[in-house]
């Protein structure tokens, strides 16, 4: 199967999670035997941002753990569209611009016979309904939405059963316990500040509980302000600055633990959606602490995969178990792992894509059309 997918950028991961699981899965598409095609804008913001701050230098960690991957550019949207025109499979990413979502819908409508499917892994169907009804869906074939409470906001929007789930999940090819543990100390902490939107959170149940437990902590990340930089280093905390994705692995073994801290429409919004960090965190075998959300959508064993608080208190407290007992830290980390090998990698989605929603689709069509 020829499969084209449009995205922001597959280049860059700077602020930029959806690069993450893009990535995995398609690489899983290759190994599989499938012809695919990457297609970018010429200067996304991702890319631009990061190449201003770190070079070209900044993209040989995605050469070095992806060399089957490469991305294809595009000036115009009716010249990335046409890009598609021979595939089987086209997916469109929620973060491309209007203008080529609508048209990649007006080839499909001119009689493209490749399936056509809107990604939406954003919470901008909650926050901002309207912009993201502003896209022109009316030749798409379904979306897919990455939890159960986007897809069924879809669904209200007149989709009905051509709405699906389809989680984020870890590349297991690269996100994997380190084969020798050369000893770890602190906590680590992965994510960008951004526009303050968990800000208090990030006080709350990260850098108080980390210096209140004992625990140096070492910070990841881009967007962070000076005045942001300054609340670390009042904490205590390590701020690194931008990391490749494709070297997280090596960070995350540093480290005794980790922390998910969502963000506000994440843990009251949006329930059962959690951060591709936890994905790939578990897949790591590092034993994870996580501030509230509700995980309506069944991923996980809550208490046995990692363990999840309700106050800055409780995840001193927690801190401070997996600073002193490292049999709960290899009990976590082992059920984590155990999770995510068995349901949530780009293995398993590639599965759901080809196994159940494209024959899904084919069915759909085959019952309207009769």
């Known amino acids: 199967m020829r499969i084209a997918y449009f995205t922001h950028s597959l280049r860059s991961c700077w602020n930029h999670g959806n690069a993450h699981f893009l990535r995995g899965v398609l690489s899983e598409l290759v190994a599989r035997g499938h012809q695919v095609d990457a297609f970018e804008p010429e200067a996304p913001w991702s890319l631009t941002n990061l190449l201003a701050d770190h070079g070209e230098q900044a993209l040989d960690a ?12 595009y000036s115009r949207p009716e010249e990335g569209a046409a890009r598609a025109a021979d595939a089987d499979l086209v997916i469109v990413h929620e973060w491309n611009e209007p203008a080529l979502v609508a048209a990649l819908g007006r080839l499909r409508a001119r009689g493209g016979r490749f399936t056509l499917l809107f990604h939406d892994t954003h919470h901008r169907a909650v926050s901002e309904p309207e912009e993201m009804r502003a896209y022109d ?3 798409y074939d ?29 590349d297991l090819r690269r996100f994997k316990p380190p084969t020798m543990d050369a000893g770890r100390e602190g906590l680590i902490w992965i994510g960008n500040w951004g526009d303050g939107e968990r800000s208090e959170e990030l006080v709350e149940f990260l850098l108080e509980p980390a210096r209140d437990a004992g625990l140096p902590l070492d910070i990841y990340g881009v967007r962070y302000p000076n005045r ?15 990391i490749a994705n494709a070297d997280a692995p090596a960070a995350f073994a540093r480290s005794i633990a980790t922390v998910h801290v969502p963000r506000r429409f994440y ?4 329930p ?17 602490v996580s501030a509230p959300w509700d995980d309506s959508d069944g991923l996980f ?12 208190d409780e995840m001193t407290r927690a801190l401070e178990r997996l600073k ?20 949530h990698s780009c293995a398993h989605r590639v599965d759901e894509l080809l196994g159940t929603i494209l024959p899904a689709l084919q069915s759909e069509r085959t019952m309207v059309a009769a």
């Open 137 to 139: 869906l009316e030749h």
């Open 301 to 312: 064993r809550v208490g046995q995969d990692f363990l999840m608080v309700s106050s800055g």
């Open 324 to 343: 002193n007992e490292p049999e709960l830290r290899a009990a976590l980390a082992a059920s984590g792992l155990e999770t995510i090998r068995k349901r």
């Open 267 to 270: 843990s009251q919004l949006l």
């Open 272 to 288: 059962g959606i959690p951060t591709i960090r936890v994905f790939e965190a578990l897949a790591c075998g590092i034993p994870l």
């Open 228 to 242: 942001a930089r300054r609340t670390l280093a009042q904490h205590g905390a390590r701020y690194h600055g931008w």
């Open 62 to 73: 995605f050469a070095r753990a992806y060399p089957e991957l490469k991305s294809r550019t």
């Open 142 to 170: 379904g979306v897919l939405a990455f939890g159960e409470t986007i897809a069924e906001i879809y669904r209200r929007w007149g989709w009905g059963r051509r709405a699906f789930v389809w989680h984020e999940a870890a």
